[in-house]
Every structure is written in structure tokens, then in C-alpha cells.
């Protein structure tokens, strides 16, 4: 059975630790699908956040991964497109339960405030966990209507 697509997305802040998660993903089997920024030079993050939210909410990928300073910024931008579900996470637990809860399809992680290891762990967990539904899916189809 394949793995599903998995794209990322990253400002100046997040490139390392995107680049170090895509070859990980590399590694496990996953295709990946990079959107970049593809160096530490300055760029503005809520395009990629938009980008990654693009992509993933037209079906390119099944998930994201939106990696900035503190991952705040890159979350609220790709959250802004219609279908996309971005969590920002710091543990695995948080990243299990946005998935079982709340359908992300979008891991947000913050560069500077967590660690290779915690990052690592999050996205394990993201990719590991389905959505629990039932009682949770009315919410979720909530998110998707308009204000």
C-alpha cells in the first residue's frame, strides 16, 4: 500500500527543520511534495502558508506540513483557505488529537520553540492518527461554512 502525498512549506525560519522532516518522510516512504522556501534568505511566510493550504485543500496532498519561527503565523495563513485545517502543535499528544478530533490535514510546528525530536514525534503522530468522526464530524463540517 502507498503512503500518501505529503507536502511542506516553510518560511526562512522553518527551512532546516522542514528540509530535516522531508527527508525524513523521504526515508519512510511517503511522496513529498515541496513547496519550499528553499533557503534561509528572508521571505514572507503567509505565502507559503497559502500555498501549502492551496495544495492541500485541492487534493495535491493529503497532508501539509507548515513549518515557521513559532508556527503561528504560517498556520493562520494557510487556515485562511476554505479546506484547509492547520493545527499548531507542540507534543505529540496535541498532534494525535488535532487529527482524531478535528480532521487536520495540515500540521503547523514552530521552528524555534520546539526541538528535532518533538518534531519528529508530532508528525509521527499526525500521520498515524485517523479522524475518530461520529460526535466530531458535525464540527468539522462546521469549520468549512461561512461566517
Known amino acids: 500500500m502507498s503512503k500518501p502525498t505529503v507536502a511542506l512549506a516553510a518560511d526562512h525560519a522553518g527551512f532546516e527543520l522542514k528540509n530535516l522532516l522531508r527527508d525524513e518522510l523521504k526515508a519512510e516512504g511517503y511522496d513529498v511534495l515541496d513547496l519550499g522556501t528553499n533557503s534561509s534568505d528572508s521571505v514572507d511566510y503567509p505565502d507559503f502558508g497559502r500555498q501549502l493550504g492551496q495544495t492541500v485543500a485541492a487534493g495535491k496532498a493529503a497532508f501539509g506540513v507548515a513549518v515557521c519561527g513559532s508556527g503561528i503565523g504560517i498556520s493562520i495563513a494557510a487556515n485562511r483557505v476554505t479546506g484547509c485545517r492547520a493545527a499548531l502543535v507542540h507534543d505529540a499528544t496535541s498532534a494525535r488529537l488535532c487529527r482524531e478530533h478535528n480532521d487536520a490535514n495540515v500540521l503547523a510546528l ?6 528535532i525530536e518533538t518534531a519528529r514525534d508530532c508528525l509521527k503522530a499526525f500521520l498515524a492518527t485517523p479522524f475518530a468522526g461520529g460526535r466530531h464530524q458535525r ?5 468549512d461554512q461561512p461566517a
Request: aromatic share 0%.
Open 110 to 115: 514552530g521552528a524555534r520553540l520546539i526541538g
Open 139 to 143: 464540527r468539522v463540517d462546521k469549520l
